[in-house]
């Protein structure tokens, strides 16, 4: 009788509950040893002060984006894996993940970064958005799953490649440092600029792949049982491109490339959903925002010389974790 | 009267011409079966009954009106369509999988009604997998799978069920109890298209045989009729071993028949 009892209430409820808590305490951790009620009365009167500016510019956006960027990897990774009908989907897998790196790392290639502030995020959204254009242009108008996923894998490479030769060519060693620094992923020194910037994408996105839950649902019977519960396919398909597209895209773009939240939360969160790949969608989202806030908060508190790269840690942890889920998941699916 | 025709429906996949002019009728209460020799182009038609392929020529009509005109969830709600080896790609419990079958019911934001759990015990109840209820439906044998798929398509109350080889691979006690439940629901109102390849299961169950060869209909008639006349022995290229059994007329396959020339 478990399976009629799940109901997804309860699970949101409580990943919305730990997701807040994990954000005021994101917002409470850093170098600068603040005292919380000074921190958050400094944040609420607003000024100049150091401590107003602190709370304001530095970790305020930094735990907002943690938030928004775990968010969009949680859900963007279930909702592709639902499509693909594959546990192995992840973010990334469409192209837009490395699009966005490519067309950040440019704006660090040629030294446009230092100069204005939210170049660097504006390249990353824009090289998402050609991504979704070639793919597009690879897959045809009406693109058959596989067709699709090729397409993405065939962008990936391609953006990688470019990567790899502006590290090759760059200018110096610094930059070549910074480039390799960002594409490690991390939310530190973000403002809410970055903010303001990257939420209206990434909202549009993450509506854009709640709204395919009932198609995702149906697709757990494959594509022609699907279509004939009255799901379109082609409909569906564009949705997830396009709602990965500005969703991740705009979350690379302020972030860098952060792995393994989106492969590994919706394991986590499909074994509490009774494994329907539409109820997963909204929890893995808040799953992945809770996972990638306890990370930052971890980078800040573990005693290393130079802070660890957000990215880095979430690989770290989340390899080992991947490979005990696939041996799981090997003796479940048999 | 409630009836899902194919008239002359045409389908090409480049220079292959998957069906050629082909037409099929069912009407409500009518359980029709779909024969023919592998690649007669038997799933296309079904699909193209389904709505779920469009024809290069010809129409699909669902009581007089084009198919193509409907909006894809009100086709849903009318037609249900079991897919061959129909299974599910995660490991859903058999309840959830048959509550896909109402997803057509259900507004967009619209959480499960009364009516849905209603139809959806009913479903249950009727195939014989409520004791399943809970189990996964991709641990589940053969036979319990397909009744499972059924559930769901019958749980979507659709006037029309379209069913490609859903027999296929089971033991012989399964296969009629899915024949049993087509009939069923035949009995209670429903249009029935199933694709089949057992002559035996063909004749007793079926009100009327279409037999597709080439991608086109070949003959269209009374199960019986079919038999005297010696078209279901043409169509497969076999000699028949006929008889009468409790008032009703029996073919098992014996012998391939050289003469006929058989390709495959």
């Known amino acids: ?334 | 009267m409630i009836r899902l025709e194919a008239r002359d429906v045409t389908v090409r996949i480049g220079s292959r011409t998957l069906l050629d002019r082909a037409g099929l009728a069912v009407a409500a209460g009518e359980m029709v079966g779909l024969i023919g020799p592998n690649g007669a182009g038997k799933s296309t038609l079904l699909t193209v009954l389904a709505g779920l392929r469009s024809p290069a020529e010809g129409a699909v009509l669902l009581e007089d009106r084009p198919l193509s005109g409907l909006e894809a969830r009100a086709r849903a709600r009318a037609i249900g369509y079991l897919e061959q080896g129909s299974m599910a790609h995660w490991p859903l419990s058999v309840r959830h999988t048959v509550a896909l079958g109402r997803l057509p019911h259900r507004g967009p934001l619209a959480g499960e009604g009364a009516d849905d759990r209603a139809a959806i015990q009913s479903a249950m109840r009727d195939c014989g997998v409520l004791q399943l209820a809970e189990q996964t439906v991709t641990t589940l044998s053969g036979g319990e799978r397909t009744r499972a798929m059924l559930a769901r398509v019958l749980a979507g109350q659709p006037r029309m069920i379209l069913a490609d080889e859903p027999v296929a691979g089971l033991d012989p006690a399964h296969q009629l109890q899915v024949m049993d439940l087509l009939k069923q629901r035949a009995a209670a109102g429903q249009g029935v298209i199933v694709v089949l390849h057992d002559m035996a299961l063909a004749l007793r169950y079926c009100h009327r045989l279409v037999c597709l060869a080439g991608g086109a209909v070949v003959a269209d008639g009374a199960p019986l009729d079919l038999l005297e006349r010696g078209t279901l022995a043409d169509i497969y290229g076999v000699d028949l071993l006929t008889g009468r059994h409790e008032g009703q007329a029996y073919a098992l396959p014996w012998r391939l028949n050289r003469e006929v020339g058989h390709g495959g």
């Not at chain 1, 609420?44 to 956006?61: K, M, N, Y």
């Not at chain 1, 939360?265 to 969608?281: E, I, K, N, Y």
């Not at chain 1, 573990?302 to 090997?330: C, M, S």
Request: aromatic content about 4%; charged content about 10%; glycine content about 12%.
């Open chain 1, 1 to 334: 009788m478990i399976g009629n009892m799940i109901r997804t209430g309860p699970l949101i409820a409580s990943l919305t509950l730990l997701m807040l808590g994990l954000l005021v305490l994101s917002f409470l951790v850093g170098p600068a040893d603040i005292a919380p009620l000074e921190l958050s009365q400094a944040l609420l009167a607003g000024g100049d002060s150091p401590t107003a500016l602190v709370a304001r510019e530095i970790r305020l956006p930094r735990a907002v984006l943690g938030a928004m960027v775990g968010f969009v990897l949680g859900l963007s990774g279930a909702a592709l894996q639902g499509l693909l009908r594959n546990p192995l989907a992840e973010p990334g897998l469409l192209g837009t993940s490395g699009a966005a790196a490519f067309g950040a790392v440019c704006v660090i290639y040629f030294g446009i970064a230092g100069l204005a502030g939210l170049a660097l995020p504006l390249a990353g959204i824009a090289g998402a958005l050609v991504a979704v254009g070639i793919v597009h242009l690879i897959a045809g108008r009406e693109p058959g799953t596989l067709t699709l996923v090729l397409a993405g894998v065939a962008v990936t490479a391609l953006a990688s490649a470019f990567t790899s030769l502006a590290l090759n060519l760059a200018p110096n060693a610094h930059a070549a440092l910074e480039i390799a620094f960002w594409l490690m992923g991390s939310l530190t020194d973000r403002s809410l600029s970055h903010v303001g910037l990257a939420l209206p994408f990434m909202l549009a996105g993450c509506l854009v792949l709640l709204s395919q839950s009932r198609a995702l649902d149906a697709l757990a019977l494959g594509e022609c049982t699907a279509a004939s519960l009255g799901v379109s396919l082609p409909r569906v398909r564009t949705a997830l491109v396009l709602g990965t597209a500005l969703a991740v895209g705009a979350a690379v773009s302020v972030s860098g490339s952060i792995g393994f939240v989106g492969l590994v939360v919706p394991h986590l969160v499909r074994s509490l959903v009774a494994q329907r790949p539409g109820a997963a969608l909204l929890p893995s989202g808040l799953a992945g925002a809770c996972l990638l806030l306890a990370g930052d908060i971890s980078v800040r508190l573990l005693p290393t010389n130079d802070e660890l790269k957000l990215g880095v840690v979430t690989a770290l942890i989340g390899a080992p974790f991947f490979l005990y889920l696939l041996t799981r998941l090997r003796r479940e699916m048999r």
